[in-house]
């Protein structure tokens, strides 16, 4: 039976990786990329550093294209999930495909997802979907979530408090679900569209990579100069990713 690895591999240091990741890599026959264009070369060169560093040995590459996915800006609730979902589908045939051809059995591939592959990522849906035996595993990584925490010396709960971890789209629609929410995946700035009043927010992007930049404060203090910042790093780089607490007082 062939191996699929899913190993978490940090937010953006290469110091994020845990042993338990170290020894999947070097476990790996074929490390298998989902080519996503020139934007996102920086994060390949990161990807490439953490093999170079890591793996002694031979290794592959197999590379697939990142199929088309409708990011319509109207997309809502079941709308928005058929999208998501249709786009999961296309990405399941790439991965079946290269499966097939590139893994043979009893060898062992491996995905590197960024973060943790339990917190808004979806290979190891799409793995457990495919019409092929696999033994799939899942090794844990250092999330932005926790990258987040650490650069802004926070403790996410309070004392017996609980913490909420949500989307733009999801906040925008739903507003502040609790007092301590954790917001991810937000490409319109959901934030600046809230009721402010005695809130706080601890904004970061490209966490734990040589570009990470930090604003916290006082929401209604603070919104503006996020979104300006969000919208340059955008654009000098031809990406961002981004997470942020909001807190009420």
Known sequence: MRTVQVIGVGAGDPDHLTLQAVAALRRTDVFLVVDKGEPTADLAALRAELLARHVPGPYRVATMPDPERDRSRGLTGEAYAEAVRAWQQ???????????????????????????PAIYDGTLRILEGLDLPLNVVSVPG??????????????LNRTGGA??????RRLARE???GDDVVVMLDARCA???????GVDIFWGAYLGTPDEVLVAGDLAAVKDEIVAVRARERARKGWIMDTYLLRRR
């Not at 934030?191 to 009043?197: E, Q, R, V």
């Open 90 to 116: 296309r990405r399941a045939a790439h991965y079946a495909r290269v499966l097939a051809d590139e893994l043979p059995e009893g060898g062992v591939g491996s995905f590197l997802v960024w973060g943790d």
């Open 142 to 155: 250092i999330s932005a979530i926790q990258a987040l925490a650490a650069a802004h010396r926070l403790v």
């Open 163 to 168: 913490i909420t971890v949500t989307t733009g």
């Open 175 to 177: 507003g502040m679900i």
């Open 191 to 197: 934030f600046a569209g809230l009721p402010d009043a």
